[in-house]
């Protein structure tokens, strides 16, 4: 894999997100209370709301339209509500937080 | 045969087991030279702490004495601090002469950090790290003032054992918690209040500014926010270094400390290293553990056998008495992780496992330590604990479980914590009524009058019937706010008021949540209970606030915002009228909409463009319209004496004063209101939450109205004759609502629930208690009556911008 630098972690609210824009889309990048850090798809699967506004709690994120709450970990919708959102592989060295070129640049997501 | 010449530089913990392994192992095989800094030989360092208590005495926490060394022929060059080595020439020099050897040993330790702060070279500027350190702080006892800086294990055993002999001890911490590196938030906040027990003043997220001496003696630590802790000692416990120095003059390998394989072998030939002076593939070390495994290996090598050194996962215990936390392996960061979380308020017990597949990898625990080993052990041994998972967080020897009870919060309430706040009735008041023979609510209300008024409080008191009466007393269900949590939102609401509780961790902790911080249902409620029962103590949270509330706009359906500036009671002038065109055609507005509340509606801006539209809004003299928060959104006014024929008052002063002092409360929902200026009504006050209808004699004050999926007139509350007077009830009955209503009930549901004729008590007839409510209600405003747009502008712009733009990369 190789990684791209996408900036610092606390350029992100604790239990907050921030968006990247790539090739496939807008990319909602989640810090949580233990500075877990997560990329995922910032698309609702419901209805396009933007996830990187909702709230943050444990490992899961609330869609700020119509409350489908997601598992940052699987991208999976929870309860009774069906649907998922891409994960993308992110790590944090340091303080620096690093996306996977690859998977979000639009010759391997097609 | 010749002994083989082993030279040792410095006498602690590492070096100090590597000769035991070496001696024990080979008694006669080698020529040991031991040099030392301090004027003695290796003591246990990390039992200073006790020593410090007063629990022990330096005599017992000697780990090797006189004797000692000369039984094993070692000899001993202590209070000399090396200050050359030739590793060409292998001749090591100290203050009393050279020495050859044929194999160095490094174990130098570390040195504290001091941070470079004006003043930190004043006398009573101190570290923790030696015997001369410890007796300093010995010398303390009660008058005196200590100030420790760093919130980390070092900093907490020096605070708490000076508190133990009376200091006066404050411990200035950078964080938001305390030991941040080893605990969660959750065990940080249990720690802090232990130790606030014990009487140490602790002072989250402070930063220090500069130390103030006199007559070159520390005086005070003065923090960049202006306060100055007065302190006859200052201890600065905020992290060691390796101490690399000489290493490095003699030529070694280092980075942040002396670089050693796993051989424990430096970049020089026959030159070693232990202890916390090496850094061992990247990672440097802090604790004994490893250091000892380094010894071992280290000593086997110097005997020819076959060693290599491997870093395992650490555990971190406190020397404290009665503070009991244990913290191992890695719970914070990684993806694929789960919690489990078990609370027991009454215990003061938090303890939390965190699992990945189906192994432990790290876990928490704070009150109750007793499996803090097993666990431990299971994390070492990446024990597969998928069998267990169900009852692992009881430990080993509960496989039936303990459920975590949802009225051991209740059961651990003092007997002189109010559970009825409009009556004033204790929980111990309560507990007597029930031992006398009143065994259900009714008898209680009879007997106590709690829960006799407003009625909010039922809850509790039947809480308290429950943990006093056992099974003798049947629960009513009750709604409990979600999932999170057993407590329904009254329950809730007094408990923060009466424990009391002043941050999210304590609500989480004390009431016993089952998640680690909530869910997008439980916390915006808390973060609006607190910030309202707590405005100095507690600070509003924006990441448990709903989007609109933190980004100040309305999201819309296609993730743009609407933006409605602020005019006051309905009044704008052409000047803001220009401003508003402007911005519109600046950012490309698609719609500009007047709304029902006589703002103006400025629909589809886009999120990154928030800060500069109100950037602009703000030069033209407007703020926050709030329309997008549940607090004040308008004062809709009618033209009053201003210019209509009817108009009794100055319907569209008041309006506008009201809208000025209201305007930035959070309020459990929405807050609409209206003026108008006779009963002719044009603002459409009377569908208002609070309406004001003036009138020859005065101003009539109405509440609970609505215009929505219900639609309700508002109940007339009370006519007063003055505008002061009209402005004190509306502020009154307004904090009245924040106080006691539940999150997301709106006046009238409120009021359905507390009753008109109890608003009248409190609000009408009881003048002094409606000077108190209008007091706190202002009080508040001291914080919350500012506009959030010009403080994003300022301070967070940057944020609503996205993090970075990869779509310009080129594709490779
Ligand atoms: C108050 C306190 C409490 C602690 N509590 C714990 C705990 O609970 N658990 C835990 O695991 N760890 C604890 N630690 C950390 C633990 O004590 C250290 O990890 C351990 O002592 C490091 O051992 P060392 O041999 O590397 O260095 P040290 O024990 O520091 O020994 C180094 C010695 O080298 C000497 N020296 C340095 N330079 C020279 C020179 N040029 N010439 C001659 N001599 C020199 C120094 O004077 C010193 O005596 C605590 C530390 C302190 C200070
Ligand atoms: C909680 C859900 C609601 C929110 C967030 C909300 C917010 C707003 C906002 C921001 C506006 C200004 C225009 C806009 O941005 O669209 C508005 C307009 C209005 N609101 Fe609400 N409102 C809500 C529900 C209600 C309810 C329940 C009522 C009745 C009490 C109400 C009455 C009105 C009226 C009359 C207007 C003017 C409409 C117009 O001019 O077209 N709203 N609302
Ligand atoms: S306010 Fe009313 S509920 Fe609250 S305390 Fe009163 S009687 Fe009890
Ligand atoms: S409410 Fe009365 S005073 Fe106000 S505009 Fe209407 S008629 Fe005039
Ligand atoms: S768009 Fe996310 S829940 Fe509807």
Redesign the interface.
Known sequence: MSW?D??DIN??????A??????VG?IA?FRT??????AVSDTCPH????LS????????V?C??H?W?FDL?TGQAQGADEGSIPTYP?R?EGARIL?D?ES????TAA | MTKQKIVVIGAGMASGRVLENLTDAAPDQFDITLFNAEPRGNYNRIMLSPVLAGDQTYEDIVTHDDAWYADRGITCRFGEKVTNIDTAAKIVTGPNGDVAYDKLIFGTGSEPFIIPLPGHDLDGVIAYRDLEDTERMMSMGEGNKVVVIGGGLLGLEAAAGMAARGVEVTVVHIMGHLMERQL??AAGYLLRKSLEGKGIDIKLQANSKEIVGEDGKVKALMLDDGTELPCDLLVMAVGIRPSIALGKEAGLAVGRGIHVDDQMLTSVEDVYAVGECVEHDGAVFGLVAPLYDQAKVLAQTLLGEEAAFVQKTLSTKLKVTGCDLFSAGD???????E?IVFRDPSRGVYKRLVIEGNKLVGAVMYGDVADGNWFFQLIKDETDIDEMREMLIFGPAYQGGEASDPLSAVAALPPEAEICGCNGICKGTIVDAIAGGATDLAAIKATTKASASCGTCTGLVEQVLQVTLGDEFEMPAAASICGCTDHTHEDVRRLIKSMPLQSQEAVWQELGWK??????VC??AINYYLLSDWPIEYQDD??????NE??HAN?Q???TYSVVPRMWGGITTPSELRAIADAADKYDVPTVKVTGGQRIDLLGVK?EDLPNIWDDLNKAGMVSGYAYSKGLRTVKTCVGTDHCRFGTQDSTGLGIKLEKILHGAWTPHKLKLGVSGCPRNCAEATCKDIGIVCVDSGYQISIGGAAGMDVKETELMCSVPTEEDAMEVVLAVTQLYREGAKYLDRIYKWLGKVGMDWVKEQVVDDLENRKALAARFELSQTIYNHDPWADHVKAKAD?YA??????L?A??
């Open positions: 791209i996408i900036g350029d992100i609210p604790l239990r907050g921030r968006i990247v824009k790539t090739q807008c990048v209370a233990p500075d877990e850090v997560f209805k396009q709301g933007p506004e909702g709230i943050v709690h444990g490992q899961s609330t700020p339209l409350n709450v970990n992110v944090v996306l070129a979000v640049s639009r010759r | 969660d938030e719970f914070a960061e990684g993806e694929g992780r919690d998640s680690r911080n909530g869910c997008h916390r915006p924006p990441q448990s606030r709903f989007v933190r980004k999201i359906k296609d993730g999120g944020k996205p993090m970075a733009d990869l779509t990369e594709a490779e």
